[in-house]
């Protein structure tokens, strides 16, 4: 039957008015990004994760011709942030920085409102930075092995520091517990820099901490310093051995850093961010200043989007049973 030429025409409008929305979106997409885009973080400014976000959103803006503004919206131990990006609307202007705290640890300690790997899409893997085990300097051991010889000769007396329950520092004292087959005190603390004044002061033995945050102070000798824990040595740190030469080999813990948007953000748009995020990891005077901090950019092929989502999900099947195990509630 042959359809009057105005019901022809409605039923025209109304398959191009069921387009319009997937071809706005490929449009959008294309035109991305045409504003600012803001770089939402769970920390104060001038921590660790503002510091590693702001070097990286300097350089991306030459890439992506549009500033990426950081956000700090601290509170709980960073979900709070993470939570808003996953409710945020999927269209590449609302972006997550976080790392292994947010992105991993917190799923095990915290009933949180969101899936973290199912409510989040992967932008890119960002550098990382190994923690260090460092104690006090009235710890008479020379070396890790003999530091460990002595925690498991005095183990009821000895006290780790951290900077409270689920903090990395935390996470790793009961990692360093398990490897070590120790019962261990833990001293919690709001933040590592009181921790670690403790330690200088003598009033705790041990911290095992992001290399950035001990450096400093093992380099103007008031705390010693035993090893890194990932497998090569820190660029920043060449004296100081690696656990696997230490002693105590597989003790790897690393805060590693990540980019993320959305779930549903288009294709497209994840990969103009993912292109501008390893543009920046690419650039002299960025991999330099992460360099000084003594972070550790991973090679390329490791910052992907389909890199971060692999690592991301063999992390979180690596440390969720450690930490439920160990009980840890947050606060």
Do not use: C
């Not at 329950?165 to 261990?184: A, E, M, N």
């Amino acid at each position: 039957m042959k359809l009057p030429r105005r019901a022809l025409l409605r039923l025209a409008a109304g398959a191009g008015a069921a387009a319009l929305p997937a071809m706005s979106r490929v449009a959008g997409a294309q035109a991305y990004p045409i504003r600012p885009i803001t770089a939402v973080s769970g920390f104060a400014a001038g921590g660790p994760t503002d510091v590693v976000m702001r070097i990286l959103a300097e350089r991306m803006r030459i890439t992506l011709g549009q500033p990426v503004i950081v956000e700090n919206a601290a509170g709980a131990a960073g979900s709070i942030a993470v939570g808003r990006v996953a409710r945020a609307a999927p269209d590449g202007y609302t972006l997550s920085v976080g790392h292994w705290s947010t992105h991993v640890v917190n799923g095990a300690i915290y009933a949180l409102p969101y899936d973290l790997l199912n409510d989040l899409e992967p932008v890119a893997r960002l550098p990382s930075n190994p923690m260090i085990v460092v104690a006090n300097k009235a710890v008479r051991a020379t070396n890790l092995n003999e530091l460990v010889s002595w925690v498991k000769a005095n183990q009821e007396k000895i006290t780790v520091g951290t900077a409270g329950p689920g903090s990395g520092t935390h996470v790793s004292g009961i990692y360093f517990q398990k490897f070590t087959d120790t019962r261990l005190t833990f001293v919690p603390y709001r933040g590592t820099g009181p921790a670690l004044q403790d330690l200088i002061a003598g009033q705790i033995d041990v911290i095992v901490d992001q290399a950035t945050n001990s450096l400093p102070q093992v380099r103007n000798g008031a705390i010693k310093a035993y090893a890194i824990t990932a497998s090569s040595r820190l660029a920043s740190a060449p004296d100081i051995p690696t656990v696997d030469e230490a002693g105590l080999p597989g003790f790897y813990v690393s805060i590693w850093y990540g980019l993320w948007a959305p779930k549903g953000t288009p294709n497209a748009v994840i990969e103009k961010l993912s292109v501008a995020a390893m543009d920046a990891m690419a650039d002299p005077a960025v991999r330099q200043r992460y360099g000084e901090l003594g972070m550790e950019i991973p090679p390329p092929q490791q910052q992907t989007p389909q890199a971060l989502r692999s690592h991301h999900r063999q992390e979180i099947e690596k440390w969720w049973p450690i930490i439920r195990a160990a009980n840890i509630k947050g606060e």
